[in-house]
């Protein structure tokens, strides 16, 4: 049964036109587009959803794809293996096209509020946090498949859209009973790989102890002894750890400030940066990078010309990428 979810998304693109109509469904806990388009040469698109979304490129696409980029600069790109992408709210992200004349594609924009209801708990807030952007999964591409054939069918009841919908959240989000080797702190790897990489995408900004022990199903006591133990750090620890090795590569690769690259890995100031980045290295964040730069010189990065998005702040893109949207 159908909510009254309306997804909304702030987008600007450039020489893409819809071919037909946009096929949609709406089902309890998610909504899905199922979109057919035509793309001129040098075609891009800037996006910002206000709800969670997985987007899964489908069809054969031959040797083109789409380059993404982060609300952080990073480059992603989907083609014909490494077909999705999932952007949580908020999340900006720019699309350019590279050699194709037209893409399908499929837009799934989830409701949390009603998913954690409707699952009993087992899918949390937290775990629609994390942007993943070009990754490939076998499960996943089936399981769009069909949910785009029931869009274009439009034919068979709601309960099998929701049932494909919720088959496809358990395999996006991991959601399995943990068969594989434990750790000393009694975390399979597969709960400490999750917590790591939530970790490390979430570094600017202060991640709870109770969000990390949410993502693996313990209280919050039981998960701080497990990871300290597994990892002899504790989460705070292990958080500005990614933070500087964030920040070294900052360093070396970019040419902004300190301040800017304090505030970008999620440190309040340059001063509170430059004591952990010392207390973890022994040198300042200047000392390293005049150090890094005498051994291997800088490594500069291509630019890439930017589409414009609207004005706005966007509370989980780094500082650098809001001043420069809101000027």
């Given amino acids: 049964m159908a909510t009254d979810f309306r997804p909304q998304m702030t987008s600007r693109i450039s020489g893409i036109t819809v071919r037909?109509?946009?096929?949609?469904?709406a089902w309890n806990g998610c909504v899905a587009d199922l979109w057919d388009v035509r793309c001129e040469a040098g075609a891009c698109g800037a996006y910002v959803s206000q709800a969670p979304r997985l987007f899964a490129l489908l069809g054969d696409v031959g040797d083109g794809g789409l380059?993404?980029?982060?609300?952080?600069?990073?480059?992603?790109?989907?083609?014909?293996?490494?077909?999705?992408?999932?952007?949580?709210?908020?999340?900006?992200?720019?699309?350019?096209?590279?050699?194709?004349?037209?893409?399908?594609?499929?837009?799934?924009?989830?409701?949390?509020?009603?998913?954690a209801a409707q699952s009993g708990g087992r899918f949390h807030p937290c775990q629609f946090l994390s942007p993943r952007l070009g990754f490939s999964a076998p499960g996943l591409s089936a399981l769009a498949s069909l949910i785009a054939d029931d869009c274009a069918d439009d034919r068979r009841d709601d309960l099998y859209g929701e049932s494909l919908v919720l088959a496809l959240l358990v395999d996006l989000?991991?959601?399995?009973?943990?068969?594989?080797?434990?750790?000393?702190?009694?975390?399979?790897?597969?709960?400490?790989?999750?917590?790591?990489?939530?970790?490390?995408?979430?570094?600017?900004?202060n991640v709870s102890l109770a969000e990390l022990a949410a993502l693996v199903g313990l209280s919050p006591d039981h998960f701080g002894v497990a990871f300290r133990t597994a990892v002899g750090k504790t989460p705070h620890q292990f958080l500005l750890h990614c933070r500087v090795e964030t920040a070294k590569d900052m360093l070396v690769r970019e040419e902004a400030s300190l301040s800017a690259i304090a505030v970008d890995v999620g440190f309040s100031d340059q001063a509170h940066f430059t004591r952990v980045f010392r207390r973890q290295t022994g040198q300042t964040p200047a000392l390293w990078r005049r150090e890094q730069r005498i051994q291997h010189g800088p490594i500069r990065m291509a630019p890439v010309e930017r589409a414009e998005l609207h004005p706005a702040f966007i509370p989980s893109a780094p500082a650098s990428f809001n001043r420069q949207i809101a000027t």
């Fill in 20 to 25: 037909d109509d946009l096929r949609w469904r």
């Fill in 67 to 115: 380059d993404i980029r982060d609300a952080a600069g990073r480059q992603h790109r989907l083609d014909g293996v490494r077909r999705f992408c999932f952007v949580p709210a908020g999340y900006p992200i720019e699309s350019f096209v590279d050699r194709l004349d037209g893409l399908r594609h499929l837009d799934l924009h989830f409701d949390i509020a009603t998913l």
């Fill in 173 to 205: 989000l991991d959601l399995r009973q943990a068969t594989g080797s434990q750790t000393d702190g009694g975390l399979s790897r597969r709960q400490m790989n999750r917590v790591v990489d939530y970790v490390r995408a979430n570094i600017v900004r």
